[in-house]
């Protein structure tokens, strides 16, 4: 069982709007949660990390996290083709050194 | 700005050679990872290290070596490739409970 669940996508949205993605984990004692974009054949880059509950804003980057339902949310707003991109959530799991990473959901920024 | 530098971006080996990819950091992190990235599978974690010549397997650790001799450097070793370890591999450093840093990817093809 996979502990980090994203929808694959391709999510699909104008440009303009809000692009929102999502990410469950299975891990109640998680603590630290991470999301990274990623460019087609380019390695993973951190947008943001969260590790209270509620939102956490950074520019047109919005986190949210519920631990009490476990997941993990990133709206971008005002979407640009630009952000067209394989979106990845990471979760720091009690007792585990690495990160555990979702599978990636793709979004598409349409002109 | 932390940088993970890894040693090739394409490698073109042949089955049942023996090949090294290399990564190096400059901030003196103690944990370093090696992930593959495959399509529809997202990363997965191979090997890691928390500090000089001690590492730990991953979720895929079969078909795969490592060797972290210096703090800065940790190398993956594919005893005898395949045509199976086709793959983008990932270097990652990270301080614990914070967020990992990528190198720029090996894209390795096994003929």
């Known amino acids: 069982q996979k502990e980090v669940e994203q929808n694959s996508g391709p999510l699909s949205v104008p440009e303009g709007a809000i692009a929102s993605l999502n990410c469950t984990y299975s891990?109640?004692?998680?603590?630290?949660f991470f999301w990274y974009r990623q460019y087609s054949g380019k390695s993973p880059e951190l947008i943001m990390f969260?590790?209270?509950?509620g939102d956490k804003e950074d520019g047109r980057f919005t986190a949210q996290l519920n631990k009490a339902s476990q997941y993990v949310s990133l709206l971008i707003r005002d979407s640009q083709p630009s952000d067209s991109a394989t979106y990845l959530c990471?979760?720091?799991?009690?007792?585990?050194?690495?990160?555990?990473f979702g599978s990636g959901t793709r979004l598409q920024v349409q002109p | 700005d932390v940088k993970v530098t890894q040693s090739s971006r394409y490698l073109v080996k042949r089955t049942g050679e023996k090949v090294f990819l290399e990564c190096v950091q400059d901030?003196?992190?103690?944990?370093m990872f090696w992930y593959r990235q495959d399509p529809g599978l997202g990363l997965r974690l191979i090997y890691f290290?928390?500090?000089?010549?001690?590492?730990e397997k991953g979720d895929i650790p079969e078909g795969y070596s490592v060797s972290r001799e210096k703090k800065e450097r940790f190398s993956l070793i594919l005893e005898s490739a395949s045509t199976n370890q086709t793959s983008m591999y990932l270097c990652?450093?990270?301080?614990?409970?914070?967020?990992?840093?990528f190198g720029q990817g090996t894209r390795l093809t096994v003929v």
């Open positions: 969260i590790y209270s509950n």
């Open positions: 990652a450093s990270m301080l614990m409970n914070t967020e990992a840093f």
């Open positions: 891990d109640r004692g998680s603590q630290s």
């Open positions: 901030m003196d992190h103690e944990n």
């Open positions: 990471a979760v720091k799991e009690p007792g585990r050194r690495a990160l555990t």
């Open positions: 290290s928390y500090d000089v010549k001690m590492k």
